[in-house]
């Protein structure tokens, strides 16, 4: 359900949104069933120690909490939404990324993939996300594991993420290869190429 923002929120909305209440649901291909038992998480590319890490071991990372707006490129915004997970940074450490990573890759179920700049993923908001609003995040929002990049638009944070490439070059993925902007700033309104 699409809503006029009051002035409270209008200064956060990116040019050309509109504000959501609800969740929009949208992604590639059918919702993946999650087994824990099976589910691992890779870590590999341009860092010193490759890691592979079951859902027990995974859920035993720190954690923090971040409240924050989330931009769809198909123009909605939610504000204040709260999400759970391991820092970005934390799994940067963990696998000792090499000087010579510039670029982030996540993967994800059904073949997809997004891409940002190392500069981008290192920011303090980016999390692996596996709670939404104090709840384990649901499938049809990418559960059990979503990357969550808030300052690009929502494509970028793939859902049923599954593993983290760290590259020295820029490798553009799904949606990117399709004719999406590479960045995806909503503030510059990088929708497309």
Same mark, same amino acid.
């Given at each position: 359900?699409?809503?006029?923002?009051?002035?409270?929120?209008?200064?956060?909305?990116?040019?050309?949104?509109?504000?959501?209440?609800?969740?929009?649901?949208?992604?590639v291909?059918?919702?993946?069933?999650?087994?824990?038992? =099976?589910?691992?998480?890779?870590?590999?590319?341009?860092?010193?120690?490759?890691?592979?890490?079951?859902?027990?071991?995974?859920q035993?990372?720190?954690?923090?909490?971040?409240?924050?707006?989330?931009?769809?490129?198909?123009?909605?915004?939610k504000?204040?939404?709260?999400?759970?997970?391991?820092?970005?940074?934390?799994?940067?450490?963990?696998?000792?990324?090499?000087?010579?990573?510039?670029?982030?890759?996540?993967?994800?179920?059904?073949?997809?993939?997004?891409?940002?700049?190392?500069?981008? =993923?290192?920011?303090?908001?980016?999390?692996?996300?596996?709670?939404?609003?104090?709840?384990?995040?649901?499938?049809?929002?990418?559960?059990?594991?979503?990357?969550?990049?808030?300052?690009?638009?929502?494509?970028?944070?793939?859902?049923?993420?599954?593993?983290v490439?760290?590259?020295?070059?820029?490798?553009?993925?799904?949606?990117?290869?399709?004719?999406?902007?590479?960045?995806?700033?909503?503030?510059?309104?990088?929708?497309?190429?």
């Amino acid at each position: 359900m699409a809503t006029k923002p009051d002035d409270e929120f209008a200064q956060r909305l990116p040019p050309g949104q509109y504000m959501a209440r609800d969740f929009p649901v949208l992604h590639v291909g059918d919702v993946p069933r999650f087994d824990p038992a =099976a589910w691992r998480f890779r870590i590999w590319g341009e860092v010193d120690r490759p890691v592979e890490l079951t859902w027990e071991q995974f859920q035993a990372l720190p954690t923090r909490t971040v409240t924050t707006d989330i931009h769809c490129v198909t123009r909605w915004t939610k504000f204040n939404t709260t999400w759970g997970g391991v820092p970005f940074r934390d799994l940067m450490q963990l696998a000792r990324v090499k000087p010579s990573a510039r670029f982030v890759v996540t993967h994800g179920a059904n073949g997809y993939s997004a891409n940002v700049p190392l500069a981008v =993923a290192d920011q303090d908001d980016v999390l692996l996300a596996h709670t939404y609003d104090g709840k384990p995040l649901e499938p049809i929002h990418g559960g059990p594991l979503r990357m969550f990049v808030p300052s690009r638009y929502f494509w970028k944070s793939t859902k049923w993420c599954t593993g983290v490439e760290f590259s020295s070059d820029d490798k553009p993925g799904f949606w990117e290869l399709r004719g999406y902007n590479n960045d995806g700033d909503p503030w510059k309104e990088e929708r497309y190429w």
